[in-house]
């Protein structure tokens, strides 16, 4: 399938990957706009792709627009899209489709747009960007109460060498709560193995805690057996557990450092468990749970 000019509102890290990943597969771009046009004519300097003075022009030379600016600015972004320049008709937006990146905030987001006949929705990539970050290989959740969201960014998703799954907007928060607890939680793990290391050197720490990581990531991956789950903290070995954490308190940050260890030992806790029969769907124990 064809894939129209693809314009990019913004000029960070996600309009970066976007460039990349289109220009590295050929997809037409139409260009970028950011919100200081010096930043905006430099990435286009940079990508060799034009940069536009305002967002009218962008919109009208681009067929999908991905809109790159960060969270609490997209609402405010459509609405400036949605009425600039064509305040006297009544769809001026028909026939362009709008995606933003956003892991967190759904279609309706961008619902001045869709009242100017546009097809919107939200296409996120589960994956952390920077520059060397992959642009291949990369799953996007698309979610939109528009059908015909997913048709016209699939095209785009596919032709950059990535996949595309739906959500529904109701799991929308709970699906970026995962990834941002799985992404953050590895590496604040990381960083606190690094702080309790504070003497070993870099080198060593990478070589040889880096496998170990790794090795844990890709076994867990592979499919999991909680009953396999080790350490002190599910063995419930108090006293190894005691001194894990004074060892911990005594270095700077020592309070975060403790509290993690015991977030992270409760939490295989649970895991660990089976719901013991007597709790009820409410998480009470005995009887007289109401029906939902
Ligand atoms: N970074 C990631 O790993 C990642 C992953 C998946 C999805 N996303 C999503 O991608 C989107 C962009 O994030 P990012 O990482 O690219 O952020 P970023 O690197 O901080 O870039 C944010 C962009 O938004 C622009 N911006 C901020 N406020 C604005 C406003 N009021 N009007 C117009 N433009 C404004 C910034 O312009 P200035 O430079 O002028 O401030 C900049 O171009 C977000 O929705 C984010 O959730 C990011």
Known sequence: MKTGPVGVIGTGKAACFV???????????AGVWGRRNTVASQLG?????????????????????????????????????????????EHPLAGKV?????????????????RSGAVCGSLHPLMTLHENSPTTGVHFFAQSRDERFFPAVLPLVEKTGNLMHR????????YHTAATMLCQGISASIEAARMLLKDLDDKLFREAFGPLAAETVA????????????????RGDVEVGRRHREAALILPHGRVLADLYDAIG???????????????????????????
């Open 19 to 29: 460039l990349r990943g289109c220009l590295a597969a050929g997809v037409p771009v």
């Open 45 to 89: 300097e940079c990508w060799q792709v034009r940069s536009f003075a305002t967002t009218d022009s962008l919109v009208d030379r681009a067929a999908l627009i991905v809109i790159a600016v960060r969270d609490s600015a997209i609402h405010e972004m459509a609405t400036r899209l949605a009425v600039s320049g064509r305040p006297v008709l």
């Open 98 to 114: 709008f995606a933003h990146l956003s892991g967190l905030l759904d279609d309706s987001v961008l619902e001045p747009l869709a």
């Open 167 to 174: 959500l529904e907007p109701s799991t929308k928060t709970v």
């Open 219 to 234: 076994e867990r991956m592979r499919g999991f057996d909680p009953s396999t789950l080790t350490g002190p903290a599910v």
């Open 266 to 292: 409760h939490m295989l806790e649970t895991v660990r468990m089976p719901v013991p029969p007597s709790l009820d769907r409410c998480g009470r124990t005995g009887k007289g749970c109401p029906e939902p």
